[in-house]
């Protein structure tokens, strides 16, 4: 299956300090890209919705000032967590599907997890 | 809103035991539902499901959809203590570029 990778893996960071994480399409184009968060023992969490070459679509409840993506290219979005707080920390992770594909399956990263002390 | 719901929440078994997970949905314009698996890191595709009565097969897993009454179901046989881990049922659209909705996920968990 297509291969869809996350940088970095985990994350320990002050808080008021800013994160960026990368979600990359390996060996796929994506002309769409999403973002979830997961809490411990919880469901995923859809967070927004990036868009190559246009602004990210938010799901409601997201600042979308806080939780910066950009999608410059068909292979990579970013996910910028600006300010960090104790509770951003979470499990960030990002799903893809093949643009140029007849299949249908979003195909996940491995996820990154933030720590903010 | 759409939505999808897991039961049950939580499940412990013995190796060699067969495990029925449920997925329900209300959806506005179904068009697909996906299984996932998720153990320690990022959810794993299993199967995905788009029409009714067709059972999907892979290895000790299988999983059937039924459009009329709005639930599929995720079926092990043969349990083994690789299987523990939280099962992701998910409505999707027809064009993977659509969003999923996620149920809460159920957690298996098996004994030797």
């Known amino acids: 299956g297509a291969v869809v990778s996350q940088h970095p893996s985990r994350v320990i960071c002050k808080s008021g300090t800013s994160v960026k994480i990368e979600c990359r399409s390996l060996d796929f184009q994506a002309t769409t890209m999403f973002w979830y968060r997961q809490f411990p023992k919880q469901s995923l969490m859809l967070m927004a919705t990036?868009?190559?070459?246009?602004?990210?679509?938010?799901e409601q409840g997201v600042e979308k000032d806080k939780f910066l993506i950009n999608h410059a290219s068909l292979t990579l979005s970013t996910l910028t967590v600006t300010s960090a707080h104790p509770e951003d920390s979470s499990f960030y992770i990002c799903?893809?599907?093949?643009?140029?594909?007849?299949?249908?399956?979003?195909?996940f990263g491995p996820g990154t997890r933030l720590t903010v002390l | 809103e759409d939505k999808v719901v897991q039961s049950p929440l939580s499940l412990v078994v013995h190796e060699g035991d067969t495990v029925t997970l449920n997925c329900s949905y209300e959806?506005?314009?179904?068009?697909?539902l996906l299984w996932y698996k998720q153990e320690k890191k990022a959810p794993t595709f299993l199967f995905m499901l788009?029409?009714?009565?067709i059972e999907k097969k892979s290895g000790r897993l299988s999983s059937i959809l039924d459009k009329k009454e709005l639930f599929s179901i995720l079926n092990i046989t043969a349990t083994q203590t690789g299987d523990s881990a939280i099962y992701l049922c998910?409505?999707?659209?027809?064009?993977?570029?659509?969003?999923?909705?996620f149920g809460g996920g159920t957690r298996l968990m098996v004994k030797p």
């Open positions: 959806v506005t314009n179904f068009r697909s």
């Open positions: 788009t029409s009714s009565g």
């Open positions: 799903s893809a599907s093949d643009s140029g594909s007849q299949a249908r399956t979003q195909y």
């Open positions: 990036s868009n190559e070459g246009s602004k990210a679509t938010y």
């Open positions: 998910a409505t999707g659209g027809y064009n993977a570029g659509n969003m999923l909705t």
